[in-house]
């Protein structure tokens, strides 16, 4: 089965930066992309930032400059470097694994979250 693990997460101050990391094991396409969500509470879940299998990245207009997602070669880990922390960006971050198989069916897999929060 497909897992997805974070780490990175953490207690930091505004303007700090904090480097979260995911690493996926098991079977699944190369061809897939993996991105960063994140949830507040009572907030819904949304996207801060995808990367796909040939490098191409979206960003939400939100962290566009301050945060940068990236992936390893092997196209098992991802990261996502976030500077200029603010408090609004405490949220319990997640890492999403998207992709399909061969009759295009689509899967999305989750990390169980990495806590961020962010002190004034």
């Known amino acids: 089965q497909v897992q997805l693990v974070e780490s990175g997460g953490g207690l930091v101050q505004a303007g700090g930066s904090l480097r979260l990391s995911c690493a996926a094991s098991?079977?699944?396409?190369?061809?897939?992309?993996m991105g960063w969500y994140r949830q507040a509470p009572g907030k819904q879940r949304e996207l801060v930032a995808r990367?796909?299998?040939?490098?191409?990245?979206n960003t939400a207009n939100s962290v566009k400059g301050r945060f940068t997602i990236s992936r390893e070669n092997a196209k098992s880990t991802v990261f996502l470097q976030m500077n200029g922390l603010t408090t609004e960006n405490t949220s319990l971050y997640y890492c999403?694994?998207?992709?399909?198989?061969?009759?295009?069916?689509?899967?999305?897999?989750w990390g169980q979250g990495t806590q961020v929060t962010v002190s004034s």
């Open positions: 990367i796909f299998s040939v490098g191409s990245t």
């Open positions: 999403n694994l998207y992709c399909r198989d061969r009759s295009y069916s689509t899967y999305n897999y």
């Open positions: 098991g079977s699944f396409s190369t061809i897939n992309t």
